[in-house]
């Protein structure tokens, strides 16, 4: 349709796009990702504005003002892990990140043998970290919160590549559902150099709550960065007070106040109405804290109930030498009727043997009418089941038994 000569026309924004072609010389284009809103940290869409307005007087639709986002790549991924914890986030649109790689994994917790199966399968695109810009690189595990030296496993190592493949299986032993609700997966991508120390590439952190039982789930994620606090000694003071507060938010974390996990050990528990006593059978421990210099320990068993006047109660397994998971597979009886069993508090402690000096404490748990959560729930189920083998992991704490104390040979 013509319209009278002098009269503008106006035509909307679809028609504009269409036909216009602005004369002149092509200027950059910016990233696209920089028109689009991330969440921002209150999980809203930042930035995120009408994209047309009408023009008054009109009704025609007006060209938006595209213009790029403020607000940062570290805060928009921050944004977006807290908007929304329990939803698979496979990727970031931001160079800060993918920068650094992406890295695909499988996780599939076994809910009946209590295991956490970790299948670190390839990386593609990590950021060059040698002179050749080439890389070493090799993947870590974490479990959070948690003693790291504990529960660390770690992949081989591939050798000049920025896309590496590793098809490995890392396993960890003794995971609870308590434990699937509250612990985090942390997994660290690192460059090995053999003349200085390993550099750090990217990470990412995956909660276990998103796992569900015996489901293999896969995740393709790109690494973020880390961002480590600085050195005590080149804190300033309010440096060293938001320091100490993250610790302490991290214990609180923990629900066991200032206790640090030293491993799990897989104990088995039957009381016999035939022989009037209790069967206490050490199966295995996994991912024990490392006592020695090499890097393992050389861990034995200590059980015995409490209160023990006597101190005729102990009994000890044999050591084993250089292992973090050893297997026993060792029982003990302890003769006693049930009714004075219920009053009665077991005991048991890991310790790592020391020639030559006193041997070091691990780690213990105690199960018993005062104990707390599996443990407690351990103990019951034996006292209200007799001649059931009731067999349960259980987490291992730097907290020493006074009973033990005495006990240290």
């Not at 938006?64 to 970031?92: F, M, Q």
């Not at 068993?301 to 084993?320: A, G, I, N, Q």
């Not at 250089?322 to 310790?351: G, I, Q, R, S």
Request: aromatic share 6%; hydrophobic share 35%.
């Amino acid at each position: 349709m013509r319209g009278r000569r002098g009269d503008r026309m106006t035509i909307n924004i679809q028609e504009h796009m269409a036909i216009n072609v602005c004369p002149g010389p092509i200027r950059p284009i910016r990233q696209i990702s920089d028109y689009f809103p991330r969440l921002g940290p209150e999980g809203g869409r930042s930035g995120a504005g009408p994209q047309a307005q009408l023009s008054p007087g009109t009704g025609a639709a007006a060209t938006p003002s595209l213009t790029p986002l403020a607000l940062s790549s570290g805060a928009g991924i921050r944004g977006a892990g807290a908007s929304e914890e329990g939803a698979e986030v496979d990727s970031y649109d931001s160079d800060d990140t993918t920068a650094l790689g992406t890295l695909e994994f499988d996780l599939l917790y076994d809910q009946a043998t209590c295991t956490l199966h970790c299948s670190i399968l390839r990386a593609k695109g990590l950021k060059p970290m040698d002179f050749n810009g080439l890389a070493d690189p090799y993947v870590k595990l974490h479990l959070l919160p948690g003693a790291c030296k504990a529960n660390k496993l770690k992949t081989k190592t591939q050798r000049n590549t920025l896309n590496p493949v590793w098809n490995e299986d890392l396993m960890y032993r003794g995971i609870t559902d308590e434990d699937i609700t509250r612990k985090v997966l942390r997994i660290s991508v690192c460059d090995e150099d053999k003349l200085s120390h390993n550099e750090f590439i990217g990470e990412t952190r995956v909660p276990l709550r998103r796992l569900k039982p015996s489901q293999k789930k896969h995740f393709n994620i790109c690494l973020e960065r880390q961002v480590p606090l600085a050195s005590p000694s080149s804190m300033t003071a309010a440096l060293r007070g938001i320091s100490c507060y993250l610790k302490e938010l991290e214990r609180a974390e923990q629900g066991q106040g200032l206790l640090e996990e030293r491993g799990r050990i897989l104990l088995r528990l039957t009381y016999s109405s035939q022989r009037h006593g209790l069967l206490v059978g050490i199966v295995r421990c996994a991912h024990l804290a490392a006592m020695d210099v090499n890097g393992y320990s050389d861990p034995y068993v200590k059980t015995y109930l409490r209160p023990d006047v006597e101190k005729k109660s102990k009994h000890k397994t044999s050591v084993k030498k250089k292992t973090l998971n050893p297997e026993f597979n060792e029982e003990f009886f302890y003769e006693m009727e049930l009714p004075a069993l219920a009053t009665k508090t077991l005991e048991v402690t890991v310790w790592d043997y020391d020639i030559g000096k006193s041997n070091d404490f691990i780690g213990g748990v105690s199960l018993g009418p005062n104990s707390r959560g599996e443990a407690l729930k351990h103990w019951g189920d034996c006292l209200r089941q007799p001649d059931t083998t009731l067999e349960r992991w259980h987490t291992l704490t730097n907290e020493l038994p006074p009973a033990a104390a005495s006990f240290s040979t």
